[in-house]
């Protein structure tokens, strides 16, 4: 019902284009301390409304929901919520704002890295661009006998998925450690911390003595750009659907482990639409082919989001746990210990499921269940919305990659 009212309104004062992408003037980042269950089942119930967006949803008493609400809903659902006795609070004044700004302050920065002539790659100072972003691994290639950059193929829109391999040579079948981002779109934060962290180990050698690491820091460039280009709100990737005013499909609900079981859709328009049929999406397929060519040596995988600071391990389809969970645990215990020592951020460790929600499809359950991963995670990495200062791409770099080191070494003394 409330979904059918919330649609009826918006068409009749919005152009059908705009209506899936709703305005963000005016939108506020809406953060809800639920007291029971009662009440977080009634502000689920906006899940999948147009003009909500949940930024964040956790199952832990002591954490709080963000959701964005566009200008249009806000009084009204802000009167609900008082209406039931549910507490909340404004955190984000106006996101139109805060993009607007963001992007006057990205261009800024990066017109002041091109002019500087010693900067001539990518500086961490803002978030680039899927070119910049491929640049970059190129470039370091160059100047790296130890770095190889490699395709996994195009995206669906013909964008180059590129990846690079930090090795110190030898055999081909070594373990290792694969890292991905950017399978959302907005989660800017993400692909900048993978950068960072292929940035960091080409100077540690010890750390790809005995093993090797794949990195691949965006596995969603169309999406990425659209994001950048057009609607910076945008998480799928950008494939047609049978409807033809919400393309784009939740490559996080595509991979094909227990597929569409639970806490995806089959409606084009919701944000985690699974897609028409596991693996429809052109990207999980090359990072699906990408694994598998690996035939198992891929021991690690860590698989980079935003935000929330969690280190989610499978399952995502299930509460039930897996067999290895006390391993999976207690690697990321140490790996969140190392990363809270450099500027005390806190990570919170659970099974996705338990943790968040359950959701079915994702690429952390199908690597370690199929792809023959034994470690398997989603970093959420820090934020307050998907919008983060650029300052922060250095800071939040520095302590993942502290935590990545962990999983590093880990695999190294357990598989080499
Ligand atoms: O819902 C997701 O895909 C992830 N959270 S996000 O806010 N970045 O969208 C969590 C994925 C956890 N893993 C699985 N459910 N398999
Ligand atoms: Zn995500």
């Not at 391990?313 to 790996?335: C, F, I, Q």
Request: with cysteine.
């Amino acid at each position: 019902m409330i979904r059918f009212f919330f649609a009826a309104a918006l068409v009749a004062f919005v152009c059908a284009k705009d209506v899936y992408n709703p305005s963000l003037k005016g939108m506020q980042g809406i953060s809800i301390t639920y007291e029971n269950e009662e009440q977080l089942a009634f502000v689920l119930q906006y899940e999948g409304v147009l003009g909500f967006d949940f930024m964040k949803v956790t199952r832990l008493a002591n954490d709080n929901i963000h959701v964005l609400v566009t200008a249009f809903q806000v009084p009204i659902f802000k009167k609900a919520l008082e209406n039931h006795g549910i507490k909340y609070n404004v955190f984000i004044e106006d996101f139109g704002k805060l993009v607007e700004e963001e992007s006057i302050s990205q261009e800024i920065a990066r017109v002041a890295a091109h002019r500087s002539k010693a900067r001539r790659t990518y500086n961490f100072s803002y978030f680039p661009r899927h070119k910049e972003i491929n640049n970059y691994l190129v470039d370091l290639s160059k100047t790296n006998e130890n770095v190889t950059v490699f395709s996994i193929g195009k995206s669906y829109e013909g964008r180059e998925m590129l990846g690079v391999k930090i090795s110190s040579g030898g055999s081909n079948d070594k373990p290792a450690v694969l890292i991905d981002a950017g399978i959302h779109a907005r989660e800017w934060i993400a692909p900048t911390t993978a950068l960072y962290a292929i940035s960091k180990l080409v100077n540690e050698k010890s750390l790809y003595e005995k093993i090797d690491w794949y990195i691949l820091p965006q596995i969603n460039p169309d999406g990425y750009e659209y994001s950048h280009t057009e609607y910076r709100l945008w998480r799928k990737t950008r494939s047609p659907s049978e409807l033809s005013y919400c393309p784009g499909v939740d490559a996080n609900r595509n991979f094909g482990f227990k597929w569409m079981e639970v806490g995806a859709s089959d409606y084009p328009c919701d944000e985690i639409y699974a897609g028409s049929e596991a693996f429809s999406e052109v990207e999980a397929q090359n990072v699906r082919d990408f694994v598998l060519s690996k035939n198992g040596t891929i021991k690690t995988y860590l698989t980079f989001h935003s935000y929330g600071q969690y280190l989610l391990h499978p399952w995502g389809y299930t509460s039930d746990l897996p067999e290895n969970e006390p391993v999976l645990r207690s690697v990321a215990v140490k790996a969140e210990k190392a990363l809270a020592a450099v500027q005390g951020t806190r990570y919170t460790i659970g099974s996705s499921t338990n943790v968040l929600y359950a959701a079915a499809g994702g690429s952390d359950d199908w690597v370690m269940a199929v792809g023959g991963a034994d470690l398997s995670y989603t970093v959420e990495l820090p934020g307050n919305s998907f919008v983060i200062p650029a300052r922060r791409i250095k800071p939040v770099g520095e302590e993942t990659f502290e935590a990545i080191k962990v999983f590093g070494e880990y695999t190294s003394e357990n598989y080499a």
